[in-house]
């Protein structure tokens, strides 16, 4: 059993190994994605974000899964290719995963644990608009829904968690970025 989140085994989208131990002293920003959802246009705003903030030191990490209303059917090569050639993924993805219910990657169970209240937008309740649908979403501390988001720390430590429907470049985000990256 891993003794920190660091330390969790993980597969890249290519099949290598890898932890996010890999990234130390990195600023992470851990998101479960799909190619098939109303909110993949969140790609873009991801590589932008990477691609802007990488050199001050924010990694984009993509988890690939299919929790959700099957919006993520793809094999890794498919999902790999359609990141790429839609959205010009430059961020480190990894192989599909699994972020809730019984068989829940390691990973997500200890983001979840450590963090377990994702930040909304003021007046916006994702949780509620799910319901509206007619769906029933995971109680808490369970992500919700595709691109959820958790930030690590330089430390290692989680230190904030946005709803779905929070875009990569709100200012919730990115103040808790600026701050991490700060530290």
Avoid at 7 to 36: E, F, Q, R
Avoid at 97 to 113: A, F, N, S, W
Wanted: glycine share 10%; hydrophobic share 35%.
């Amino acid at each position: 059993m891993p003794t920190t989140i660091q330390d969790v085994p993980l597969k890249t989208i290519t099949g290598g190994d890898a932890n996010l131990g890999d990234y130390a002293g990195k600023v992470l920003l851990v998101v479960n994605v799909a190619s098939k959802c109303g909110l993949t246009p969140q790609y873009e705003g991801l590589e932008k974000l990477y691609a802007e903030r990488r050199g001050q030191g924010l990694v984009v990490l993509g988890f690939p899964a299919n929790d959700f209303a099957g919006q993520e059917p793809g094999t890794n090569e498919e999902i790999q290719g359609f990141c790429r050639s839609t959205f010009g993924v430059d961020f480190p993805m990894f192989s599909k995963i699994t972020v809730t219910g019984p068989d829940i990657h390691p990973l997500y169970r200890e983001l979840t644990q450590r963090f377990p209240k994702a930040a909304s937008r003021p007046g916006e309740n994702f949780r509620e608009r799910l319901q509206g649908y007619g769906m029933t979403p995971n109680p808490e501390p369970g992500v919700l829904w595709n691109f959820e988001k958790f930030l690590i720390g330089k430390n290692g430590e989680v230190v904030a968690r946005f709803a779905p429907d929070v875009p990569p470049n709100d200012p919730l985000v990115l103040s808790a970025i600026d701050k991490a990256l700060a530290a």
